[in-house]
């Protein structure tokens, strides 16, 4: 039998225009419901934007998890 994931209700293309233009303050995983590492990746900008920029692309890949573990 096949395990089918359900599906985050949060929007890819958000999460996704979120992450290119403030992922350096977190945007993107406020938006997801990921306040934790939100808060650090604000604080550290973003890992200097390296961790924003490899989010983005995670995103973009579909592979991007919400707060409950749901692939936006």
Do not use: P
């Amino acid at each position: 039998m096949e395990n089918l994931q359900i599906k985050s209700d949060k929007s890819r293309a958000l999460a996704a225009i979120l992450a290119f233009f403030f992922g350096m303050f977190g945007a993107h995983r406020f938006y997801a419901g990921r306040i934790k590492s939100a808060i650090v990746q604000l604080l550290t900008l973003g890992g200097l934007g390296i961790w924003a920029f490899i989010d983005f692309i995670i995103i973009l890949f579909g592979e991007f998890k919400d707060s409950s573990g749901r692939k936006i």
